[in-house]
């Protein structure tokens, strides 16, 4: 199996690749990725020498940069995927997530390979009752899941109208590992560990559903292989919490790390503004990918915060390189004198 992996130098992406060369050592990944502020190849640094993976600087919206590489099929998770950005300035969501997307399905097309397009539960909109099932109307409320909605329209079209063989993963809020600190749970982490105070938009309320990177990438190679051409599958892991709840338990763990009592840092809890348009609860039901294909998610809620927390701790100079810029120079110094050649 050849994949063209794009985006995988973000947070899922260098999760998976990490997880589809350790699971299935027979596998060629290319890993395609534009490397913007959110694309780390020090997140790869693991499997960067492995016979069975090639990166690609390019971008997905180039159809050039693919020209001459050969493939059966693509995982798509390039994207820019943070919700707050995307209020400030929709305009490169709607470059990356929609022509981007657009452009892959036409190599898809054009080479008649299988496309796994990585989607979010956020296309659902917010519901306070009940949970989402691959067949709820799409209701996306920020302009990031109105332009992931956009995507798998574009999927679903070139499904009826050129009969590629696409899927759709829709799946949870993610965390784990490698996750870039603009969001909640390394957010809460770092900022803990710095002692410095955690915004908690509007009354910390709001419902998310928490699930394991690795849990979410175990879910789509399950996918890859069995899923079938046309569908969409909800993935989560029937684990819903409100965010003060979530933050709280982070603070819990920082300190206990820290040698502190377990509420001394609930001080810093600091609620602000909301979020515009903030979305109060997402909830789906993952029952089709249980039942259809066998899986489920394999790490508790409180197992995957501690193995995070624990993760964010023991790499402090991962997340300090973002935090300084310095995680920027590696790709010329890995890979720029060698690409030159
Ligand atoms: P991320 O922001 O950490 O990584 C995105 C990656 O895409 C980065 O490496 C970036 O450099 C790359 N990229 C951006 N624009 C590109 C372009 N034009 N061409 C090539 N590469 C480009 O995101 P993530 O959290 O790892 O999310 C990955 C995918 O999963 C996204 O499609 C996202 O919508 C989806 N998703 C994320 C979550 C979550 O909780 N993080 C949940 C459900 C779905
Ligand atoms: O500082 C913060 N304070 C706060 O209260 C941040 C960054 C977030 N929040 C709240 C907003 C959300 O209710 O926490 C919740 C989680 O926020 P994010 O980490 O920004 O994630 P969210 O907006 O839920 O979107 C995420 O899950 C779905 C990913 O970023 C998306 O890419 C994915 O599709």
């Not at 590992?177 to 957010?187: H, W």
Request: one cysteine or more; aromatic letters at 10%.
């Amino acid at each position: 199996m050849k994949l063209l992996v794009t985006g995988g130098a973000g947070f899922i992406g260098s999760n998976y690749i990490r997880y589809a060369l350790s699971a299935h050592p027979d596998y060629r990944v290319i890993n395609l990725d534009r490397l913007t502020y959110a694309g780390n190849l020090e997140n790869l640094r693991e499997v960067e020498s492995s016979p069975g993976y090639t990166f690609i600087k390019g971008d997905i919206r180039d159809r050039d940069c693919l020209r001459d590489v050969e493939f059966d099929a693509i995982i798509n998770f390039a994207a820019e995927s943070h919700v707050d950005r995307s209020i400030l300035d929709a305009s490169p969501f709607l470059q990356t997530n929609i022509m981007g997307t657009h452009n892959l399905l036409e190599i898809a097309r054009e080479r008649a390979c299988a496309f796994l397009h990585v989607s979010t539960d956020e296309v659902y909109g917010s519901t306070e009752t009940g949970f989402f099932n691959e067949a709820s109307p799409l209701q996306p409320n920020s302009p990031y899941a109105a332009s992931k909605a956009s995507s798998d329209m574009l999927v679903r079209a070139y499904v009826e109208t050129y009969k590629i063989r696409a899927m759709i993963t829709r799946c949870s809020n993610n965390y784990g590992p490698y996750q870039f600190p603009e969001k909640l749970v390394p957010l809460v982490i770092i900022n803990a560990l710095n002692r410095r105070p955690v915004p908690v938009y509007g009354d910390g309320m709001n419902v998310r559903d928490w699930i394991y990177a690795e849990d979410h990438c175990r879910a789509i190679d399950a996918v890859l292989h069995k899923g079938s051409a046309g569908e969409v599958y909800n993935i989560g892991s029937r684990n819903e919490r409100p965010n003060i709840e979530v933050i709280r338990l982070l603070l819990e763990k920082v300190a206990g790390h820290l040698g502190l009592n377990k509420d001394e840092l609930t001080g810093l809890i600091n609620f602000v503004r909301d979020r515009e348009g903030h979305d109060r609860r997402y909830a789906i039901d993952p029952s089709k990918v249980e039942k259809q294909l066998g899986w489920r998610p394999g790490t508790s809620f409180e197992e995957g915060i501690s193995k995070t927390v624990d993760w964010y701790i023991s790499n402090r100079q991962w997340w300090q390189r973002i935090i300084s810029g310095e995680y920027m120079k590696y790709y010329d110094a890995q890979y720029g004198e060698r690409l030159k050649k």
